[in-house]
T-cell receptor
C-alpha cells in the first residue's frame, strides 16, 4: 500500500526567507504531483514530476524528484504573503495517494 | 488544461437522505476519479469511474454507500447514500487526460449533513 508523508505539516515563514517542504512515499510511484489549496477552494496543480532527477520551477517554487530515495521536495525562494496556502504532494499513477498537506503561512 | 464543473457546489442535507453529485468534463476522458476531503484533512480516493463498466472502489468505500454512474466519457455522478454527519466533506471529481499531464480537479461539492 502506497503511503505518502509530508513534513512539516505546519510552516510559518517570514517574507523573503527560503524553505523546503519534503514529501516521502513508501513504494515505487509513476508520478509525483504537487498541488496548492487555498481556504475554501479546490486544488490547483503546481507540478507533475515524471522521472528521477526531474526538476521544475515556476516563480518562487521549485520541485524536484529523487525516485531512488522516494523523496520529492518543494522549495520556496524568497517567500511572499501570496504563497500562504496548504500544499499537498500526491503519488501514484492515476489513482493518487495524498500526503497530509503542509499549511504554509508567510508573515510580513 | 481540463475544465471540470460540479453540481451542486454546496448543499446542506438531513441525515438519512441521499445526494447525487454531478461532474462534467469539457473533453472525453477514459477515467474519472472521485475523492473525499473531510474537514481539515487531506484527500482520499473513493473510487475510479470507468465508462461502460462498474466503478472500482478503494478500501473502506462500498458501492451501496457511494454508487457511481458513468454514462459517457464526459460525465459521472457520485451519490452519497443514507447520509450521516460523518459524511460532511468536500467531494471532488478528477480527471487525468494524458499520463504526461497533471491530474485536474473540479471545484468540489461542499456537503454538510445535519
Amino acid at each position: 500500500e502506497l503511503k505518502v508523508e509530508q513534513n512539516p505539516l505546519f510552516l510559518s515563514m517570514q517574507e523573503g526567507k527560503n524553505y523546503t517542504i519534503y514529501c516521502n512515499y513508501s513504494t515505487t510511484s509513476d508520478r509525483l504531483y504537487w498541488y496548492r489549496q487555498d481556504p475554501g477552494k479546490s486544488l490547483e496543480s503546481l507540478f507533475v514530476l515524471l522521472s528521477n532527477g526531474a526538476v521544475k520551477q515556476e516563480g518562487r517554487l521549485m520541485a524536484s524528484l529523487d525516485t531512488k530515495a522516494r523523496l520529492s521536495t518543494l522549495h520556496i525562494t524568497a517567500a511572499v504573503h501570496d504563497l500562504s496556502a496548504t500544499y499537498f504532494c500526491a503519488a501514484g499513477g492515476s489513482r493518487l495517494t495524498f500526503g497530509e498537506g503542509t499549511q504554509l503561512t508567510v508573515n510580513p | 488544461s481540463a475544465v471540470i464543473s460540479q453540481k451542486p457546489s454546496r448543499d446542506i442535507c438531513q441525515r438519512g437522505t441521499s445526494l447525487t453529485i454531478q461532474c462534467q468534463v469539457d473533453s472525453q476522458v477514459t477515467m474519472m476519479f472521485w475523492y473525499r476531503q473531510q474537514p481539515g484533512q487531506s484527500l482520499t480516493l473513493i473510487a475510479t469511474a470507468n465508462q461502460g463498466s462498474e466503478a472500482t472502489y478503494e478500501s473502506g468505500f462500498v458501492i451501496d454507500k457511494f454508487p457511481i454512474s458513468r454514462p459517457n466519457l464526459t460525465f459521472s455522478t457520485l451519490t452519497v447514500s443514507n447520509m450521516s454527519p460523518e459524511d460532511s466533506s468536500i467531494y471532488l471529481c478528477s480527471v487525468n487526460r494524458d499520463p504526461q499531464e497533471t491530474q485536474y480537479f473540479g471545484p468540489g461539492t461542499r456537503l454538510l449533513v445535519l
